[in-house]
């Protein structure tokens, strides 16, 4: 099989990243959609900080968002926030795990019943 077919069946081809964001990464797997979402703000709003790419779980720094003319950074743990102050300049915020602001697929009243459900 050719990597061409493979592509094709996989739907894994690159795909244009079309945002409103200044920093283009903050959109790479969704994170400024889903937080403008959650905020109710309109899609084409642009967030004015730099979204951390991952939970970095060792002491990586990422020179992108490092670098970027962006005068703060959302991150997603408080050990993150410390470990980010000895580094830079611009304001930090622990925003908590992307995962957070992620729509779920029940009404209020089943999501209510399921935490009861599981304590």
Partial sequence: ????????????????????EIHTPN?????????????KLHHDYT??????HAPY?????WGVELNARLPAIFCPTPHRVAFLANKTNKALFDIGSMILY???F??????EKEKKMLG
């Fill in 1 to 20: 099989m050719n990597i061409d077919k493979l592509y094709s069946i996989a739907g894994s081809i690159d795909k244009p990243l079309i945002t409103a």
């Fill in 57 to 61: 779980l060792n002491s990586f720094i």
């Fill in 106 to 111: 029940l009404t209020d009243e089943a999501l």
């Fill in 27 to 39: 959109d790479f797997y969704g994170h400024a959609s889903l937080l403008k979402h959650y905020a």
């Fill in 47 to 52: 967030i004015k900080a730099i979204v951390e």
């Fill in 102 to 104: 992620a729509p779920h």
